[in-house]
């Protein structure tokens, strides 16, 4: 049994601390929309409308810590980016933000930046590249890799200041 190519990932609930310092990063820096609001409980983010893609709570977390380097959960969250150029201006405005990139990589499927959000949950912006130019074994299979990413190069692509 395979599951269906089309299968996606639709969203994330994320346990927080705080909503509204959340909301500061992916409403403010990473440009979500909201489109629900549970009181200082819950908040639904989205992109393009859609009725939710990311999911800020304190249903369990109000005034919270992270939980502790070598335990268990959530390694990231993965926003894709349409265009390279959507990724580059991203970025410009987490750097702008002063948010601390955690790394910068080139997979040879995906350009990728990682991050952490204010409650450290780890953050992954990427783009993909065309699935022609991946890279590819005799056999067909990927070869993905772990390169260090240009940064300079990319964020010379951002659109806005």
Do not use: C
């Not at 997979?107 to 204010?118: E, K, M, R, T, W």
């Amino acid at each position: 049994m395979s599951i269906p190519a089309k299968t996606r990932i639709g969203h994330v609930h994320l346990k927080v601390a705080d909503i509204d310092r959340s909301l500061k990063f992916y409403q403010g820096v990473l440009g979500f929309d909201i489109t629900t609001r549970y009181g200082n409980s819950a908040v639904f983010l989205s992109a393009g409308g859609y009725h939710h893609h990311i999911v800020i709570n304190t249903w369990e977390s109000a005034g919270g810590q992270p939980p502790p380097p070598n335990s268990t959960g959530l390694f990231h969250v993965a926003i894709l980016y349409p265009t390279r150029a959507d990724l580059a201006n991203a970025v410009q405005r987490v750097i702008k933000a002063g948010i601390p990139l955690q790394g910068a990589s080139d997979h040879g499927v995906s350009h990728a930046i990682y991050l952490a959000d204010p409650d450290q949950n780890g953050i992954e912006l990427y783009w993909d590249l065309p699935q022609e130019k991946w890279p590819q074994n005799p056999d067909g299979s990927l070869t993905m890799f772990t390169h260090p990413l240009d940064l300079r190069a990319l964020l010379a692509e951002a659109t806005q200041e």
